[in-house]
């Protein structure tokens, strides 16, 4: 039987340089739940290293939590990546700081924190997360989808590091599985903003690098299950599964 799953596909964690250290692994699954979220993905800047902590603190919980990573191409583009499995997330982790260089300064960029279930810190990750790989577009596009990953070009209607603000065009038959737009926009805007990507499924997310902006966005989709395999068909439109703008 379908029903209406709340999902945010975009939260970051203390391991990402712009956001606050108090986004721990258990305090996002508390405030994820607090804010009846039934679906969120862990997408912090280039890495994946507190996704297995969030999995854990969600734990024996009501909430399903997606590996992911939010991916800086060459082109500066930035776009979530989400996995239905920690040894996928692994393999995209590898391919990226392969393709990453340069070394975080924690007085201009912030803090990057490994931190477990239990608040504990586990390491300082000193490469550049902020910083872009140098893959292309398209390169990394297919390196997720051959992972078996979904591909969600992050908030389209920003002005700096969105497909659209350095590409300046979406082509049709760029294999992105859905786009994301802020709450700024929202989804209803965004149909009539962008009418040219009516193929498209559109999502929203909180993006949040802060606890209190966890669910303050978030889509409503209609599936059996909270499974990768039921994401593809409902932003593919199939089988009565689908986002509901």
């Given at each position: 039987m379908?029903?209406?799953?709340?999902?945010?596909?975009?939260?970051h964690?203390c391991l990402?340089?712009?956001?606050?250290?108090?986004?721990?692994?258990?305090?996002?699954?508390?405030?994820a739940?607090?804010?009846?979220?039934?679906?969120?993905a862990?997408?912090?800047?280039n890495?994946?290293?507190?996704?297995?902590?969030?999995?854990?603190a969600?734990?024996?919980k009501?909430?399903?939590?997606?590996?992911?990573?939010?991916?800086?191409?060459?082109?500066?583009?930035?776009?979530?990546?989400?996995?239905?499995?920690?040894?996928a997330l692994?393999?995209?982790?590898?391919?990226?700081?392969?393709?990453?260089?340069?070394e975080?300064?924690?007085?201009?960029?912030?803090?990057?924190?490994?931190?477990?279930?239990k608040?504990e810190?586990?390491?300082?990750?000193?490469?550049?997360l902020?910083?872009a790989t140098?893959?292309?577009?398209?390169?990394l596009?297919?390196?997720?989808?051959?992972l078996?990953?979904?591909?969600?070009a992050?908030?389209?209607?920003?002005?700096?590091?969105?497909?659209?603000?350095?590409?300046?065009?979406?082509?049709?038959d760029m294999?992105?599985?859905?786009?994301?737009v802020?709450?700024?926009?929202?989804?209803?805007?965004a149909?009539?903003?962008?009418?040219?990507?009516?193929?498209?499924?559109?999502?929203t997310?909180?993006?949040?690098?802060?606890?209190?902006?966890?669910?303050?966005?978030?889509t409503?989709?209609?599936?059996?299950?909270?499974?990768?395999?039921e994401?593809?068909?409902?932003?593919?439109?199939?089988n009565g599964r689908?986002?509901l703008?």
């Amino acid at each position: 039987m379908l029903k209406v799953f709340h999902c945010d596909f975009h939260i970051h964690t203390c391991l990402s340089p712009c956001a606050e250290l108090d986004m721990h692994p258990r305090a996002i699954a508390e405030k994820a739940l607090a804010a009846k979220l039934d679906v969120i993905a862990i997408c912090d800047h280039n890495s994946s290293e507190n996704v297995p902590y969030v999995i854990t603190a969600s734990q024996g919980k009501n909430l399903k939590v997606f590996p992911g990573m939010e991916i800086t191409t060459i082109e500066e583009v930035h776009f979530v990546a989400i996995f239905d499995s920690m040894s996928a997330l692994e393999s995209m982790q590898e391919y990226v700081y392969r393709h990453l260089t340069g070394e975080n300064d924690e007085k201009r960029f912030g803090v990057q924190a490994v931190v477990n279930e239990k608040g504990e810190v586990e390491a300082i990750n000193e490469k550049l997360l902020i910083g872009a790989t140098d893959i292309s577009l398209n390169v990394l596009l297919d390196y997720v989808h051959n992972l078996n990953g979904l591909a969600i070009a992050a908030h389209i209607d920003r002005e700096s590091f969105s497909v659209l603000s350095q590409l300046g065009f979406i082509d049709k038959d760029m294999p992105f599985d859905a786009l994301e737009v802020t709450p700024f926009t929202g989804l209803a805007q965004a149909r009539i903003f962008y009418p040219e990507l009516e193929n498209y499924s559109f999502i929203t997310s909180s993006d949040a690098h802060y606890l209190k902006d966890i669910g303050t966005a978030l889509t409503k989709i209609m599936l059996e299950e909270p499974t990768l395999t039921e994401l593809k068909m409902a932003f593919s439109r199939q089988n009565g599964r689908r986002i509901l703008e």
